[in-house]
């Protein structure tokens, strides 16, 4: 959401989406304009966040999805259902633009990560899309100490800015991330 002061600038991320278990979380820094504006995470048509999770959860590579493409609620509800959150460690700041390295570092403001953390005992991976959102989990988070806390992943930026992968270098180091796919989620077209 576009926020108050300075509408271009100012910005709030989204509640998270999770189901009632979570296993893995992925992590990003702040919604960008196109996912602002449409209210859904990853929103930007060359954002490749859900093009490798539906290869990760179907067990194939990102340009192999030959269904077309579920609906945002159908995605999300996949994502509930293997068990897998998604949200971003800033709950608001002011950048002007979409790109991570425009956040003025004395706006920001991070979610409640530790009570999502708290909320689901069985969260095993928390897996960050990008070096920014790493970063953002280290000065505004820092370090989960407590016994059975999750183990963190760096992941490259599925951001289209993020140019220096290929989509397909970008779902290898995803997988690896992300490990093996909690659930078996079946897709829209296999009437499993």
């Known amino acids: 959401m576009i926020t108050d002061g300075h509408p271009e600038h100012a910005v709030t991320s ?7 278990r979570a296993t893995v979380l992925v992590l990003g820094s702040m919604p960008g304009t196109a996912s602002l504006r449409a ?4 929103a930007h048509p060359r954002n490749a966040f859900w093009p490798i999770m539906l290869a990760w959860l179907h067990g194939t590579g ?12 159908q995605r999300v509800l996949a994502l509930r259902g293997a068990g897998i959150a998604v949200w971003d460690v800033l709950e608001r ?9 425009a956040i003025e570092r004395d706006s920001e403001r991070a979610n409640d990560i530790a009570s999502l953390v708290a909320r689901h005992p069985e ?10 959102a790493e970063r ?3 000065r ?16 490259p930026s599925t951001s289209p800015a993020m140019a220096s992968l290929t989509r397909a270098d970008k779902h290898a180091a995803w997988c690896e991330a992300l ?14």
Do not use: K
Not at 123 to 132: A, D, E, H, M, P
Not at 142 to 152: F, M, R, S, V
Not at 179 to 192: F, I, M, N
């Open 14 to 20: 989204f509640a998270p989406i999770e189901g009632e």
């Open 39 to 42: 209210a859904r995470y990853y």
């Open 62 to 73: 990102p340009d192999r999805l030959t269904a077309p493409a579920p609906s945002y609620e």
């Open 93 to 101: 700041c002011r950048r002007p633009g979409s790109l991570d390295s």
């Open 123 to 132: 969260l095993r991976r928390i897996v960050f899309n990008g070096r920014t």
């Open 136 to 138: 953002l989990f280290a």
């Open 140 to 155: 505004h988070v820092g370090p989960l100490d407590a016994p059975g806390a999750p183990t963190l992943y760096p992941a």
């Open 179 to 192: 490990g093996p796919v909690p659930v078996r989620v079946p897709r829209p077209d296999d009437g499993a």
